[in-house]
């Protein structure tokens, strides 16, 4: 059987030998052009067997050429995706990167102007819990702090030359946006680091439970003021959480590509796809942030307590996270009367745990 | 004076790189970038050509288009120059340049990019002309001492030329008349006249 495979196997390369011992292009053949892509030369006939214009359209279709320079990219005389990368980045991404972050902002106006301030229902109790630690705060800040600055300095390079150059003029803008590629070049790993510990601290709690569907099909309560049951995370901001950690990774990954240019890929193609969907994502995920900001903040009342000092009224945690409370009290007990909010973040912090 | 340009004429270039020496000695370029250079196509074969590029100083330029500061700009005589005291070294002007022109130094995190550098028609750049700030961000301005780019005035065999666009294709029109096309059998004169038999 071994002998049978290896007489095969001569027998190929006895066949294949000659054939690359005659490395010249027989005489009507297209000839042989190295780039990166395959070439389909789509001449008219009577020009098929011209060598000379098979190698101009090779050329212009991205032949690589032999050059003296050590980087070999340097023999690529014409790159077309230039044009079409330029095309999209200005009126795909710029202009759906504008619509989004605006339509964003109109919708959450028209949702303050009609729902109002989330108020809690019963009031505050003046009990409060800990819902998060110092640990899971400091992650969520050093994530959102540095993705805000990312966001900025991005759309400075995307929006800058058209919306802030004509106010500020080329020399101040020339200086912003030079610290603006800084800021976001450096401010890319604290985002990363920021990522890494947010996924870590809280995957586990961003997994589907038997409590999302209900929360789904009654919209979370959002314009209903109904208040279904939910976990620590209810479905809602477990959306935000995988958004985030995708998104965020896509976004990561292209930016260390863009970070250190041909390092990971070998060719300018990949280099331009890779900077649309760094630019796409990055403005597409700002957009969806603006929302995550609002509720966050004016669009609730109490929200922003949690993530600020960490500790939340009971009342809104049985309204809004009634499965993760009962678990919480039935572990540590009801929590005692605290002094109201308004005498200092450090006053109304220590519940006996 | 008309709009300036390159034209390099593949049939003669013999990849002696004297364009590539002449812009790096007499612009004072640093290591490692490469404003000129020689790429030749089926290198050993009966029809190799090279070819030597640089910016292009196109009339409708994409890196003009696409600069997140707006500091490339065009002149009045078509030549396509970048101010880089704005230049954030983004790289922008070359995913969108066909010709690869922008090259960039590895000066920052990672080797990242520089400020960019390209070939300027040896007409320098937007300091004051001849100064020692134009020649040391941007080398040599010849077209201001009414000079043409010294590439194309060292070339050995006239295959590069630089000058107005008209006066090039005047030049390049009278060649393939007088040597028709095909001429000087880098095209593969045996094979093209086979064709045509």
Sequence with gaps: ???????????????????????????????????????????????????????????????????????????????????????????????????????????????????????IDSGRSGRLIQRFKRIEVVGHWMTAVSFLALALTGLVMLYGRDLLLPLIGPAAFAGLARAGKYAHNFGGFVFMAGLAMIFVMWVRHNVWDRYDLNWILKGGGLLSKDH??????????????????????????????????????????????VQLVHAGLGVGLFALMLAHIYIGSVGMESAFDAMSTGYVDINWAREHHSVWVDRHVSEQGEPPLAPPPGKGAGASAQPAE | MGKMAFLCDGDRCIECNACVTACKNENEVPWGINRRRVVTINDGLPDEKSLSVACMHCADAPCISVCPTNVIYSTADGVVLHDKDGCIGCGYCFYACPFGAPQYPQKGNFGSRGKMDKCTFCSGGPEETNSQAEFSKYGRNRVAEGKLPLCAEMCSTKALLAGDADVLSDIFRQRVVERGFGGGGSYGLTESRKART
């Design chain 1, 1 to 119: 059987m071994i002998r049978v495979l290896m007489a095969a196997v001569f027998a190929l390369l006895a066949v294949a030998a000659p054939a690359q011992a005659d490395v010249r292009p027989p005489a009507d053949a297209a000839v042989a052009v190295t780039s990166g892509q395959d070439i389909q030369p789509s001449l008219p006939s009577n020009l098929r067997s011209n060598p000379a214009a098979q190698l101009w359209q090779g050329i212009g279709d991205g032949t690589v050429g032999r050059v003296t320079i050590p980087d070999p990219q340097a023999g690529r005389l014409i790159q077309t995706g230039g044009m079409d990368w330029l095309e999209f980045r200005s009126e795909v991404i710029g202009f759906w990167g504008m619509v989004a972050v605006l339509g964003m902002l109109t919708g959450l106006t028209a949702f303050f102007m009609i729902r109002g301030r989330i108020k």
């Design chain 1, 228 to 273: 279904p049951p939910a976990e620590k995370f209810n479905f809602g901001q477990k959306t935000v959480f995988w958004m985030v950690i995708l998104i965020g990774l896509a976004l990561s990954l292209t930016g260390l590509n863009l970070l250190m240019p041909f390092w990971f890929t070998p060719d300018i193609e990949t280099m331009q796809v």
